[in-house]
């Protein structure tokens, strides 16, 4: 059964290979900071879930450290401006092809993987699905670009660590951010929030628990990048103690709209690198949070939209 492993292995050869591209730039001096970041990320990658859990904690130390410290990147090899205006004229609308594949096949993978069996069992684990197809179409999208513009693997790492290069150690936040909140759900956390806020605003109306609900998870989220990180810890803490176990609200519909209330605070944040740093990295824009200031009137309009749905629909009538 094809699981989340085979995409680990992926991503992990990957950054491996972002790692030795960095390990044999020999213009640049500090190129052992990012060679080593770079390394272990794809080691945890590779590896995560043989390694025993304190070396695995040792390999993230020596990244925030070096992250810390800087990673200061060489300049990296790769097309010129010039090169690729001429490339975008002869192919004009073909270039989009690659990034269209990824989404057509994500959806088409997601529909029919689920129906292919092998001896009787699924090929694909159930829970996966939507991942599994990703990384496919994540590969036939590169198989397209390497045609397309009839380049080798080589020139898609080049071009992958320049990605990376330019967006910095704020790549792994995602990752880091959803260990970060599965830490705090073990460790209680949503219990000393829920102390908290109950100590302070008086929880007597359904209405006030929502609010609260709605705009503590778009803050969580703010703080920790990632919606699925400050979902256990705020619905522990507020949502299942009061709205559903105190006034008799839907989980269902508490956790539906819980999550996009989240996803408010992910159009707000920095944290967030996967949506607001890395577009501002790729179109090489002056300001690194342009694209947050461009999203912040729609998240806290929905926002609002959220709480009030939640409050309509939430308790039974």
Not at 40 to 50: E, K, P, Q, T
Not at 93 to 106: G, K, M, N, S
């Given at each position: 059964m094809i699981g989340l492993e085979p995409i680990y292995i992926l991503a992990g050869l990957m950054f491996g290979a972002f790692a030795a591209s960095h390990a044999f730039d020999r213009s640049n001096p500090r190129r052992w900071r990012s060679a080593v970041f770079w390394g272990c990320f794809a080691v945890l990658l590779l590896a995560g879930s043989w390694l025993p859990d304190l070396a695995s904690g040792v390999l993230v130390l020596v990244m925030v450290t070096l992250a810390t410290i800087g990673?200061?990147?060489?300049?990296?090899?790769?097309?010129?401006?010039?090169?690729?205006?001429?490339?975008?004229?002869?192919?004009?609308?073909?270039?989009?092809?690659?990034?269209?594949?990824?989404?057509?096949?994500?959806?088409?993978?997601?529909?029919?993987?689920?129906?292919?069996?092998?001896?009787?069992?699924?090929?694909?684990?159930?829970?996966?699905?939507?991942?599994?197809?990703?990384?496919?179409?994540?590969?036939?999208?590169?198989?397209?670009?390497?045609?397309?513009?009839?380049?080798?693997?080589?020139?898609?790492?080049?071009?992958?660590?320049?990605?990376?290069?330019?967006?910095?150690?704020?790549?792994?936040?995602?990752?880091?951010?959803?260990?970060l909140g599965a830490i705090f759900a073990v460790a209680g956390v949503g219990k000393v929030v829920a102390t908290l806020v109950t100590g302070y605003i008086p929880m007597t109306l359904p209405f006030v628990a929502v609010i609260v609900y709605t705009t503590g998870m778009a803050l969580f989220t703010v703080i920790m990048g990632n919606a699925f990180a400050a979902f256990p810890v705020m619905t522990a803490g507020i949502g299942l103690p009061l709205i559903v176990g105190?006034?008799?609200?839907?989980?269902?519909?508490?956790?539906?709209?819980?999550?996009?209330?989240?996803?408010?605070?992910?159009?707000?944040?920095?944290?967030?690198?996967?949506?607001?740093?890395?577009?501002?990295?790729?179109?090489e824009l002056r300001d690194r949070n342009a694209v947050i200031k461009v999203q912040a009137p729609t998240a806290f309009l929905l926002l609002f939209a959220n709480t009030a749905i939640m409050a309509l629909f939430v308790f039974p009538r």
């Amino acid at each position: 059964m094809i699981g989340l492993e085979p995409i680990y292995i992926l991503a992990g050869l990957m950054f491996g290979a972002f790692a030795a591209s960095h390990a044999f730039d020999r213009s640049n001096p500090r190129r052992w900071r990012s060679a080593v970041f770079w390394g272990c990320f794809a080691v945890l990658l590779l590896a995560g879930s043989w390694l025993p859990d304190l070396a695995s904690g040792v390999l993230v130390l020596v990244m925030v450290t070096l992250a810390t410290i800087g990673l200061k990147p060489g300049d990296d090899v790769t097309t010129g401006a010039t090169e690729r205006e001429v490339s975008a004229g002869k192919l004009r609308d073909r270039l989009f092809l690659p990034a269209l594949a990824i989404p057509v096949i994500t959806v088409a993978g997601t529909l029919l993987l689920p129906k292919l069996q092998f001896g009787g069992l699924p090929l694909v684990d159930p829970k996966q699905v939507t991942l599994v197809a990703l990384a496919v179409g994540a590969l036939v999208g590169l198989g397209l670009a390497l045609r397309l513009l009839r380049a080798h693997i080589p020139t898609a790492a080049a071009e992958g660590r320049r990605l990376v290069d330019a967006i910095g150690w704020a790549a792994v936040l995602p990752q880091m951010l959803a260990a970060l909140g599965a830490i705090f759900a073990v460790a209680g956390v949503g219990k000393v929030v829920a102390t908290l806020v109950t100590g302070y605003i008086p929880m007597t109306l359904p209405f006030v628990a929502v609010i609260v609900y709605t705009t503590g998870m778009a803050l969580f989220t703010v703080i920790m990048g990632n919606a699925f990180a400050a979902f256990p810890v705020m619905t522990a803490g507020i949502g299942l103690p009061l709205i559903v176990g105190k006034f008799g609200g839907d989980p269902v519909v508490m956790s539906a709209l819980g999550m996009l209330s989240g996803f408010c605070g992910t159009l707000l944040t920095p944290m967030a690198a996967n949506f607001n740093i890395v577009p501002a990295a790729v179109l090489e824009l002056r300001d690194r949070n342009a694209v947050i200031k461009v999203q912040a009137p729609t998240a806290f309009l929905l926002l609002f939209a959220n709480t009030a749905i939640m409050a309509l629909f939430v308790f039974p009538r």
